[in-house]
T-cell receptor, first 110, second 110 residues
Framework: AQSVSQHNHHVILSEAASLELGCNYSYGGTVNLFWYVQYPGQHLQLLLKYFSGDPLVKGIKGFEAEFIKSKFSFNLRKPSVQWSDTAEYFCAVFTDKLIFGTGTRLQVFP | NAGVTQTPKFRVLKTGQSMTLLCAQDMNHEYMYWYRQDPGMGLRLIHYSVGEGTTAKGEVPDGYNVSRLKKQNFLLGLESAAPSQTSVYFC?????????FGQGTRLTVV
């Protein structure tokens, strides 16, 4: 069965620090990959997505992610975080259904 | 998100009561989903549908039933609510490229 793992449950950073959130999935076939963000009290918003082509995808708000097929990974990165990036981040995989990881709570302190 | 309407937004139930949550989409999507979101556990898939008249179990289907009699509607039922079903419920409507989410239903079972 397909699954999505996010190993970082809670990340605390200072502003301007670099961010990398891990996402691994288990599925042997073709996948579509997504990162979503959920700000406190709000619903999910799409950060970026990967379907095919260039494995390095750029999203909104300066986020990017790299698809590494051999590692079944789709890690999210941002070179310099801001206080406003404080939120929960979810990796998701679509095969025949859309499955989410458990999420990573990011806290950024000024 | 435009196109997905989820009702009600809030509900308090007593243990053993029943209720139905309604998800409606106007984008002609085949795929629809019901998730529950709990702290530290991400969005867990309850049931999903790949088209009118079809339903399938997700990761946590026990205690829930669903129906997709019309393509635009996906109903989630709780026949006998339990405190463990206290959660925030999200409906989603997707293509394989993009997901649209309802605003969520905060359900408390006392």
């Amino acid at each position: 069965a397909q699954s999505v793992s996010q190993h970082n449950h809670h990340v605390i950073l200072s502003e301007a620090a670099s961010l990398e959130l891990g996402c691994n999935y288990s599925y042997g076939g073709t996948v579509n990959l997504f990162w979503y963000v959920q700000y406190p009290g709000q619903h999910l918003q799409l950060l970026l997505k990967y379907f095919s082509g260039d494995p390095l995808v750029k999203g909104i708000k300066g986020f990017e992610a790299e698809f590494i097929k051999s590692k079944f990974s789709f890690n999210l990165r941002k070179p310099s975080v801001q206080w406003s990036d404080t939120a929960e981040y979810f990796c998701a995989v679509f095969t025949d259904k859309l499955i989410f990881g458990t999420g990573t709570r990011l806290q950024v302190f000024p | 998100n435009a196109g997905v309407t989820q009702t009600p937004k809030f509900r308090v139930l007593k243990t053993g009561q029943s209720m139905t949550l309604l998800c409606a989409q106007d984008m002609n999507h085949e795929y629809m989903y019901w998730y529950r979101q709990d702290p530290g556990m991400g969005l867990r898939l309850i049931h999903y549908s790949v088209g009118e008249g079809t339903t399938a179990k997700g990761e946590v289907p026990d205690g829930y039933n669903v129906s997709r009699l019309k393509k635009q509607n996906f109903l989630l039922g709780l026949e006998s609510a339990a405190p463990s079903q206290t959660s925030v419920y999200f409906c989603a409507s997707t293509t394989w490229r993009e997901a649209f989410f309802g605003q969520g239903t905060r359900l408390t079972v006392v």
